[in-house]
């Protein structure tokens, strides 16, 4: 029996494969999506008790970079201005001040995270594609494969069932004009595209083996 995860790399092959046609056909899309400059976490805390201390995690995809800001009762001059420590990743990897801050101030988990994506490499793009190309893949898909992708996690679930996606498949699969009376009935209730989508196809199924039948 396939495991969970082959199952799962199979689906995002599948996925990448069409994202990799809609590269070559779309010269914008690389504008919708530019990687290098987005950045991967931007998170902010407060440090752990007694401290005051305001704290800052960036991860792009050139370098890590902390930033405390010293928060005294005072609030005197100096605390206006941020410390702050950037690495490359490959200075993450041996900066033991970095870690410690890290840890301390956003926990292990977190750590982790940046670790598997900084040293071991470990980024999965498909995580960070905004919906807007996520949702321009997902309708380039067979049906077949949407009902795959949908089983990875809860966001593609909801991608896969949104009215984004399923008012494109329907335009791509069907000629008939979409009316005002179609519209209104697709959009009155929750994935209203996609069930009208089925019963179009139901209706179309149906249709060829009444054809069939009368030959």
């Known amino acids: 029996m396939m495991s969970h995860n082959l199952r799962d790399h199979h689906r995002k092959n599948e996925f990448y494969n069409v994202f990799n046609e809609l590269k070559a056909e779309r010269s914008n899309l690389l504008s919708l999506f530019d990687l290098q400059n987005t950045e991967i976490i931007n998170v902010g805390a407060q440090a752990k008790a007694p401290s005051k201390d305001y704290c800052q995690l960036i991860l792009n995809h050139h370098y890590v970079i902390f930033r405390r800001w010293k928060i005294t009762l005072r609030g005197d001059s100096e605390t206006r201005y941020p410390s702050e420590i950037k690495d490359s990743y490959e200075d993450f990897a041996y900066d033991e001040n970095i870690e410690r801050e890290i840890k301390q101030v956003f926990g292990l988990e977190m750590f982790n995270y940046i670790e598997n994506i900084v040293v071991k490499k470990k980024l999965d ?10 949702v321009m893949i997902i309708s380039r898909l067979a049906l077949e494969d949407i009902s795959k992708l949908a089983q990875v996690n809860n966001h593609f679930r909801q991608l896969c069932k949104s009215d984004h996606v399923w008012i494109k498949l329907y335009k791509q699969n069907y000629t008939t004009e979409i009316t005002p009376e179609m519209k209104q009935l697709a959009e009155s209730s ?6 009208l989508f089925f019963t ?6 149906v249709k060829k083996i009444i054809l069939r039948l009368d030959l």
């Open 125 to 134: 793009i498909l995580d960070r594609m905004p919906d807007k190309i996520l």
């Open 190 to 195: 929750e994935n209203g595209w996609r069930k």
């Open 200 to 205: 179009n196809k139901l209706k179309l199924q």
